[in-house]
């Protein structure tokens, strides 16, 4: 009877929609990176950097190492530069443990010059995966995987 009763409360539990203290750790890292996204890199508000990211964390880039706030700042500032009206939007995110990995879908007009070249004025949109590593509710770690060929070809106008 007592084995029955357990059983029963485990399986109201999950329908019920309690999570282990894992998933809830997991949900809280998806809404984090999910808020850089929409919030600070989609609409540059840079106090998304401060409640966000680790004083130690280190982005990689292609073509560059980020560390800190400040490093991070240097570019959304930068990148919002080149390209004013840039969003992402989330397609996919996938959690575990202290990794996500979302793939994006990024779209802006180059208004600025952007990698020594000047503005073209032109729209562009690329798919990007970053994997981010979380520790106690912050940033400590990004790895960017932008298709830098695609942007490349819609800067120079092929499509």
């Given at each position: 009877?007592?084995?029955?009763?357990?059983?029963?409360?485990?399986?109201?539990?999950?329908?019920?929609?309690?999570?282990?203290?894992?998933?809830?750790?997991?949900?809280?890292?998806?809404?984090?990176?999910?808020?850089?996204?929409?919030?600070?890199?989609?609409?540059?508000?840079?106090?998304?950097?401060?409640?966000?990211?680790?004083?130690?964390?280190?982005?990689?880039?292609?073509?560059?190492?980020v560390h800190?706030?400040?490093g991070i700042?240097?570019?959304?500032?930068?990148?919002?530069?080149?390209?004013?009206?840039?969003?992402?939007?989330?397609?996919?995110?996938?959690?575990?443990?202290?990794?996500?990995?979302?793939?994006?879908?990024?779209?802006?007009?180059?208004?600025?010059?952007?990698?020594?070249?000047?503005?073209?004025?032109?729209?562009?949109?690329?798919?990007?995966?970053?994997?981010?590593?979380?520790?106690?509710?912050?940033?400590?770690?990004?790895?960017?995987?932008?298709d830098l060929?695609?942007?490349?070809?819609?800067?120079?106008?092929?499509?």
């Amino acid at each position: 009877m007592k084995l029955q009763l357990i059983c029963c409360a485990i399986l109201a539990a999950s329908l019920s929609g309690c999570a282990a203290p894992g998933d809830r750790v997991e949900r809280a890292n998806i809404k984090l990176i999910h808020k850089q996204h929409s919030e600070l890199w989609s609409k540059g508000d840079l106090n998304v950097i401060h409640e966000s990211y680790a004083n130690d964390f280190v982005g990689h880039f292609p073509g560059e190492t980020v560390h800190g706030p400040a490093g991070i700042r240097r570019s959304v500032e930068a990148h919002r530069s080149s390209f004013p009206d840039w969003t992402e939007t989330v397609e996919d995110t996938i959690a575990d443990g202290d990794r996500v990995v979302t793939k994006f879908r990024s779209r802006g007009t180059n208004l600025g010059e952007f990698s020594g070249k000047p503005a073209t004025g032109r729209k562009v949109e690329i798919t990007e995966v970053c994997i981010f590593r979380i520790v106690a509710g912050k940033i400590v770690e990004q790895w960017v995987y932008p298709d830098l060929v695609s942007l490349q070809r819609q800067l120079r106008g092929e499509q």
